[in-house]
């Protein structure tokens, strides 16, 4: 393979490594909020179950405080009864104590129902708390480990533009106004391209035989692919 090519390739793996390290430190933040707006979720759900769990709570006190008037109630009827010097009063008076009675039953069926859905809520809020304690812990891990690799990433990307520094410095002028040029023209970063016997891999348009053949001749040239202009790299060891 022509040296010029060589060169260029390792300016490439180089900027390669360096988009990579750039697209990391770069994702990184974005996956810390993601996390923490998932964990915002989380807390606003418990925050509900909480509310739920609150109200249910309220309800059966509520139920209960309405059943003990009801029993006082009740009694003091039962009195009365005793006391009626009328059929209409005493009728009236039973009505009185069987509504109660009704009542009251209702009221112990409603807070059976709520009682059990209660502890149900409970149960959730108290799962969900403990999940958030884990979650919220597991974020800060993340973000103390987000820190330290991105300072690593960033420490690397300063090596590896020290030495594509040093590289361009020692390549041909022409070789890097070249590689520079073509890797502004390709947005994938391709500046050299595979060839195989007959197709550039880059751009998949066929080389023509009269140019596969010099690229043959003449290994230590550096050629190009005439439809996208990428230099070309052709390893027959491979290619065969
Ligand atoms: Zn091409």
Redesign the pocket.
């Known amino acids: 393979m022509a040296q010029e090519v060589q060169l260029a390739l390792q300016l490439q793996r180089m900027d390669r490594q360096l988009s990579q390290l750039e697209a990391e430190i770069r994702g990184l933040p974005k996956k810390i909020a993601e996390l923490e707006k998932q964990l915002e979720s989380h807390e606003k759900r418990l925050e509900a179950d909480q509310a739920s769990l609150t109200s249910n709570q309220a309800e059966i006190r509520r139920l209960s405080g309405a059943n003990a008037d009801f029993v006082e109630k009740i009694a003091k009827l039962k009195k009365q009864v005793m006391q009626a010097t009328t059929q209409e009063q005493l009728t009236a008076f039973q009505h009185e104590i069987a509504f109660c009675e009704t009542e009251t039953t209702k009221n112990e069926a409603a807070s059976m129902i709520l009682l059990e859905e209660g502890e149900k809520l409970a149960t959730t809020v108290k799962q969900a708390q403990t999940a958030l304690a884990d979650e919220r812990v597991a974020i800060e891990k993340r973000k103390e480990e987000a820190k330290v690799l991105s300072e690593l990433d960033r420490k690397k990307g300063v090596k590896i533009y020290r030495e594509r520094q040093q590289l361009s410095k020692d390549m041909p002028p022409k070789l890097v106004e070249q590689y520079e040029r073509l890797r502004k023209k390709h947005k994938d970063g391709v500046v050299v391209?595979e060839c195989t016997e007959a197709m550039?891999a880059?751009?998949m348009?066929n080389i023509r035989p009269a140019l596969m053949q010099q690229i043959r001749q003449y290994p230590d040239k550096l050629f190009n692919?005439e439809?996208?202009l990428?230099m070309l790299s052709y390893n027959p060891a491979v290619s065969a």
Request: aromatic letters at 0%; charged letters at 10%; one cysteine or more.
């Open positions: 391209a550039c880059a751009c348009m692919c439809s996208c990428r």
